[in-house]
């Protein structure tokens, strides 16, 4: 049974209460504050829904995830890193960046970043804990993406690419300085074949639910400014 979530309540139910089908849904509902985002982090699930959609919660099983020492460079992105066709920054552009990932795309009319939604994680990257990776040539955005940094471990939201490899170069390179700055894994939510070509994985949710106790509270050495 659905759990359904109240505005004034932060109590997310367990997560072997999520449902098999649809996957990994596991409450509706509650608001998209900054407490209670992050509280969903913490728990393991993340919100995923459509305009006219009420908040939905997920946390699914397997959960998709790359462990930084596991990213895999092919032969294309390897050159085009070494080239230095991108320029890459980070929290320079949030807004932009969580805009582009809103943008429709080619296989879809609709988006699940809503207007609230990007209202939301722009608040939380005013707090410090949301934070963008820009891709450009010369001065165009071409490409980028989102994500929470909590303890050791990276939740990534969404990407975007205007230009090719553009969205693998900007993920290789955040790979590469947060297993420098001491983080453990970073979190895809749900499988891709892009994902999966960069080297994700898929673990059991138990298995993800114990890396969160493990690592939320673990600090790293971060420098999103640098």
């Known amino acids: 049974m659905l759990t359904w979530l109240q505005r004034d309540s932060f109590e997310f139910p367990p997560l072997n209460k999520a449902l098999r089908e649809p996957n990994g849904?596991?409450?509706?509902?509650?608001?998209?504050?900054?407490?209670?985002?992050?509280?969903?982090?913490?728990h393991g699930c993340f919100p995923w829904f459509q305009d006219g959609q009420p908040i939905l919660w997920w946390s699914p099983d397997p959960r998709t995830v790359l462990f930084p020492a596991e990213l895999h460079i092919s032969r294309s992105l390897g050159k085009c890193l070494r080239q230095q066709r991108y320029q890459v920054t980070f929290d320079r552009e949030f807004a932009q960046v969580i805009q582009a990932c809103a943008a429709p795309r080619a296989y879809t009319d609709g988006t699940w970043i809503t207007?609230?939604?990007?209202?939301?994680?722009?608040?939380?990257h005013r707090q410090g804990i949301a934070h963008s990776v820009e891709v450009?040539?010369?001065?165009?955005?071409?490409?980028?993406?989102?994500?929470l940094a909590m303890g050791q471990l990276f939740f990534g939201e969404s990407m975007f690419s205007r230009a090719d490899n553009a969205s693998?170069?900007?993920?290789?390179?955040?790979?590469?300085h947060l297993q420098h700055w001491g983080f453990t894994l970073i979190d895809?939510?749900?499988?891709?074949?892009?994902?999966?070509?960069?080297?994700?994985?898929?673990?059991?949710?138990?298995?993800?639910?114990?890396?969160?106790q493990a690592h939320l509270e673990q600090p790293n050495s971060a420098d999103w400014c640098a």
């Open 115 to 124: 207007t609230p939604m990007q209202a939301a994680y722009l608040e939380l």
């Open 188 to 212: 895809c939510q749900m499988p891709t074949e892009h994902l999966h070509s960069l080297g994700a994985r898929a673990i059991s949710r138990k298995d993800f639910a114990g890396y969160l």
């Open 25 to 42: 849904l596991l409450a509706a509902g509650g608001d998209l504050s900054p407490q209670r985002l992050v509280q969903a982090y913490r």
């Open 136 to 147: 450009w040539r010369n001065d165009e955005l071409v490409g980028g993406l989102y994500g």
């Open 168 to 176: 693998k170069v900007g993920f290789a390179t955040l790979v590469k």
